[in-house]
C-alpha cells in the first residue's frame, strides 16, 4: 500500500503531487490524459515543444502553467498516463484501465482533483454534426492546432466562451458572432460582489480587454438572449437567437462548467447544492477533506474556483495528508499553509461575482421544446422525461426505469444536471430536493477483455 493516489494531473493534482511528495510521501498520479496538464494545460508541453509562439499567442496564463508542469516533472512521484478511472473504494482501493488492461491501485490517502467539466446545454438540434461545446473547440486547438472550417457562432455565457473565441480568432477562424445570455438582471445581481473582485481585478480587467478585442475584430456581439435553437437537418447550417437566424458551419455552446462529481458521488462522499450556479459539489473543508476522512477533493472538482486557486487548493490537501501520515505534524502544517491560504483567498475574491453575473440562464436549465433532446447516449427526448414526470416519477434514479435516461456509457453525467432541473419544475421544488442519479462503477467504460485481466480476483 502507497502513501498517497492522486487522481487527475490537472493544476491542483500536479500541485498536490509537488508538495507531497518534498514531506517523502510515496504519490503515484494517475492522469487519463496522454500527458499532465489537466483540461486547462491540455498538450501545453507538445505545444511549447513544437509551436512555442503559440504559447504566447494563448496568454501568460498558460506560460505559468507550463512552469508548473515543468516542476512537477521534476519531483519523485509515478506518473501513469492514458489511466481512467472508473471504481473508487473507501478503503483507498483505485480501479483503473491502462494498456488495455483493469488495474488497481491501494493507498492511504486519495486526492481526487478531476476538475471541471462543460455543464450541458439542451436546445433543440443540439445533437447535430457541426454544434459543439466552446471547450471541446478549444481543447482541438490546444492540442492539434485544430479549428472550424467555415464562420463560427458561439452561444452562451461564461469567461470560456470569451477566451475561446479571442483564441480561435487569434488562430484564423471565422468568428462571426457571440450570443451572450447573461440579463440585466444578472448585472444587477453581481453589482454587491464587484467591490470584493476589485481586491484583484485582474480577471475583470483580463475579460474586459477579450470583449474589446472582438469588438475591434469584427465579431458581432450579441447580449440578452433568451431563447436559441439550432438549424439544420443532418448538419448545422446556423442558429436561431431571438427568432433572428444567423448563418454559421459550427456553432460551439457554453454554458459555464460545473464540478465533475462522478467519481466522489460513487465512492460515497456527501454533496451539497449551489443554488447560485445550480450545481452540486462536494461537502469539502478548507482542506480539501471530503466526508470521507481518508479522501480528498481539490481544485475545481470540490467548487469552481479557477486555475490559480486550485493550484493552492492542491498545495493544502497535500498538507493536511501529510499531517494526517504523521510526515509533519499541525503546527508546522499551519505554518505552511498560511501563505497557500492567503493566496487562494485572493485569487477566489472574484469567485462571487463572476458566479452571479453568469449565472447559467434559465431557460437553458430546463428546456421547454418537448423534442429536445435530454440524454444523447439513450436519445430520451424532453417528451419522454415530462410523460415520465405526470406518471409519477419522483426522482433521476426512478426515471432510469421510466426511460433509461442517464444509464449510456456517461453514466448520466452528460444529462443529470439536466434531468434534476426538469423534475424540480415540474414539482415546483429545488434540485437539491429532486436529487441527483446514484453513481455506480463502472464511472468510465471498461470492457470485458480489460476485466479479464485485471490484477486480482
Known amino acids: 500500500m502507497i502513501d498517497l493516489i492522486i487522481i487527475g494531473a490537472g493544476p491542483a493534482g500536479m500541485s498536490a503531487a509537488l508538495e507531497a ?26 505545444l511549447a515543444d513544437h509551436h512555442p509562439d503559440d504559447v504566447t499567442r494563448l496568454g501568460n496564463d498558460y506560460a505559468e502553467g507550463l512552469n508548473l ?33 483493469a488495474k488497481t491501485i491501494k493507498a492511504k490517502a486519495v486526492l481526487i482533483a478531476t476538475g471541471a467539466m462543460e455543464r ?35 452561444a452562451g455565457c461564461g469567461p470560456l466562451l470569451i ?22 438582471k444578472d448585472y444587477l445581481a453581481s453589482l454587491p460582489a464587484l467591490l470584493g473582485a476589485l481586491k484583484a481585478p485582474f480577471p475583470l480587467l483580463k475579460g474586459i480587454a477579450l470583449r474589446k478585442k472582438l469588438a475591434k475584430s469584427g465579431v458581432e456581439l450579441i447580449s440578452g438572449a433568451t431563447s436559441l435553437s439550432i438549424s439544420g437537418i443532418d448538419h448545422a447550417t446556423g442558429i436561431f437567437v431571438n427568432g433572428r437566424h444567423i448563418d454559421a458551419d459550427t456553432i460551439l455552446l457554453h454554458n459555464g462548467v460545473v464540478p465533475e462529481t462522478q467519481l466522489s458521488r460513487q465512492v460515497g462522499c456527501e454533496h451539497v447544492w449551489n ?39 492542491g498545495r493544502l490537501s497535500a498538507l493536511n495528508i501529510a499531517k494526517q501520515l504523521g510526515k509533519i505534524n499541525k503546527t508546522y502544517r499551519d505554518k505552511l499553509a498560511r501563505p497557500w491560504q492567503k493566496a487562494r483567498r485572493k485569487h477566489l475574491n472574484v469567485r462571487p461575482f463572476l ?3 453568469f449565472k447559467p440562464a434559465e431557460f437553458l436549465l430546463a428546456p421547454t421544446n418537448k423534442e429536445t433532446v435530454i440524454c444523447r447516449c439513450e436519445e430520451v427526448r424532453l417528451r419522454a422525461v415530462l410523460k ?36 424540480a419544475k415540474q414539482k415546483n421544488t429545488s434540485p ?15 470492457t470485458l477483455s480489460q476485466l479479464a485481466k485485471l490484477d486480482q480476483p
Open 163 to 184: 477566451l475561446t473565441a479571442c483564441q480561435l480568432l487569434d488562430a484564423g477562424a471565422d468568428v462571426r458572432c457571440v450570443i451572450d445570455t447573461v440579463q440585466p
Open 69 to 101: 508542469i515543468k516542476a512537477f516533472h521534476s519531483c519523485a512521484v509515478t506518473l501513469i498516463n492514458d489511466a481512467a478511472v472508473f471504481r473508487l473504494d473507501e478503503d483507498g482501493t483505485v480501479w483503473y484501465t491502462h494498456d488495455d488492461a
Open 388 to 423: 415520465a414526470s405526470d406518471l409519477g416519477c419522483p426522482g433521476p434514479n426512478q426515471l432510469k426505469s421510466f426511460t433509461r435516461a442517464g444509464m449510456g456509457p456517461c453514466q448520466g453525467r452528460l444529462c443529470g444536471l439536466t434531468v434534476s432541473e426538469i423534475l
Open 21 to 46: 511528495s518534498s514531506y517523502g510521501l510515496d504519490v503515484t498520479i494517475l492522469n487519463e490524459g496522454p500527458e499532465p496538464g489537466g483540461r486547462i494545460y491540455h498538450a501545453l508541453e507538445r
Open 275 to 313: 443554488n447560485t450556479q445550480r450545481c452540486w459539489h462536494p461537502d469539502v473543508d478548507e482542506w480539501g477533506e471530503s466526508s470521507l476522512k481518508n479522501i480528498h477533493i481539490v481544485g475545481d472538482g470540490g467548487g469552481i474556483e479557477g486555475a490559480l486557486a486550485a493550484w493552492c487548493s
Open 355 to 357: 458566479d452571479r453575473l
Open 120 to 154: 450541458p446545454v439542451p436546445i433543440p438540434a443540439w445533437t447535430l454534426p457541426g454544434v459543439m461545446t466552446a471547450g471541446a473547440a478549444q481543447m482541438l486547438l490546444k492540442g492539434d492546432g485544430m479549428i472550424p472550417s467555415g464562420p463560427v457562432a458561439m
Open 432 to 446: 437539491a430536493n429532486i436529487g441527483y442519479y446514484t453513481i455506480r462503477p463502472p464511472v468510465k467504460p471498461v
